[in-house]
């Protein structure tokens, strides 16, 4: 196809047309779970599993240390933070301002992704990566209230900035949008640790040749994480006591989990899950030139793949692979190849719509098991 037929300018109204859908989908996901729910008699918690230790530190803050005691020592502020902000702002209780905050989170965060892959190349139909991610089974977490779906959209944002960095060459961009974004990632979860991980290689470099510069872009990039040691020093008394509770509930890098966890998603995961997996690996460590992905981008999703598989939980991980929008981007690039084919457009078609309602039935399920505060039992 001829690339003249595409926009030179990215599509904004089209793009937050279906961002919309997308919404939509997750809304009525959120609705139908909470209906077959409440039918059954069962009891509905709209706030279950870690959520009740984010609703304590938005609420009351962060617990006093206690020695081998599980408490909200063990999550970051990024998110409560935010929750709280709007609480005060709104008037509502935790619960429904962590869900809006996270659906709003949501559609903000798809209509960034459709620009990254229109920027990466997929310039006719840039929304199918985008809806076959959404749609993907483990993105449920992104409309309870935790905070995947805020880190997601922070996660975006960063990487559109490294591309405008590249693009541009703003100084305004380099040393404040990009750490800012930066540090609020490490504000939100350990993983967030990904964006300076990716991208501080290259200000090392800058560092070498000018310190200040360097030592300015590093520290402002760390700004959640050093603040949040700071904050438990001065109230604490002693800065690691986060790393102390997380240790206590038997979470920590094992440097021999890798395999370990990577027999546990083929044991207890589905097939598309471990194939997703495994497609991102292959395009992080031979990355397809149609992606055109950079450098940085690959150590930023490089690492969100890393850093889970290394914990000693591992059924913990899934949650994390919902960001890993390469592999998302690769079929999508290749079904628009095939799209463009008479004979296969009907087939991809029917593909994609069957992929689609499966696995959105699996967002219903696991959005009930949520809200009945079941056990993780991903397949029963």
């Known amino acids: 196809m001829d690339t003249k037929e595409f926009p030179k300018v990215f599509p904004w109204k089209k793009a937050i047309s279906w961002a919309f859908v997308f919404l939509l989908i997750k809304v009525a996901v959120f609705s139908v779970a909470t209906y077959l729910v409440k039918s059954a008699g069962e009891a509905y918690h709209l706030c279950t599993w870690d959520c009740g230790y984010y609703k304590a530190i938005a609420t009351a803050g962060y617990d006093l240390f206690k020695p081998n005691v599980h408490s909200n020592l063990a999550f970051y502020p990024g998110f409560p933070l935010i929750v709280r902000f709007f609480m005060e702002a709104t008037g509502l209780g935790f619960e429904s301002t962590a869900v809006v905050v996270n659906l709003a989170s949501f559609f903000l965060m798809t209509v960034l992704a459709m620009r990254w892959i229109w920027e990466l190349g997929l310039k006719e139909l840039f929304y199918l990566p985008v809806l076959l991610w959404s749609a993907d089974r483990y993105t449920f977490w992104s409309h309870v209230p935790y ?45 967030g640790m990904s964006a300076i991980a990716s991208w501080g290689w290259g200000e090392f470099r800058k560092f070498l040749k000018s310190p200040v510069k360097g030592a300015w872009v590093l520290v402002l990039g760390l700004w959640g994480f050093l603040g949040l040691l700071a904050y438990l020093q001065s109230s604490q008394g002693d800065w690691s006591v986060g790393f102390q509770t997380t240790a206590s509930w038997g979470r920590h890098f094992d440097l021999f989990g890798l395999p370990k966890n990577l027999f546990h998603l083929l044991k207890f995961f589905y097939f598309p899950t471990v194939l997703v997996v495994g497609l991102s690996s292959y395009i992080l460590l031979n990355p397809p030139k149609e992606l055109n992905l950079s450098a940085n981008e690959r150590w930023f999703f490089g690492f969100l793949l890393l850093l889970p598989l290394l914990n000693s939980i591992p059924l913990s991980t899934t949650r994390y692979f919902s960001i890993l929008l390469p592999a998302y981007v690769y079929v999508g690039h290749k079904l628009s190849g095939v799209w463009s084919r008479w004979r296969w457009f009907h087939a991809g078609k029917i593909a994609v719509a069957v992929f689609v309602v499966s696995e959105l039935m699996w967002q219903v399920r696991l959005t009930q098991k949520y809200f009945r505060a079941e056990a993780f039992n991903w397949l029963n």
């Open 147 to 191: 905070t995947e779906s805020t880190f997601m959209l922070l996660g975006i944002a960063f990487l559109l900035l490294l591309r405008q960095r590249d693009l541009r060459q703003k100084k305004w961009i380099e040393f404040l949008l990009l750490p800012l974004s930066a540090g609020m990632l490490s504000a939100m979860r350990l993983v």
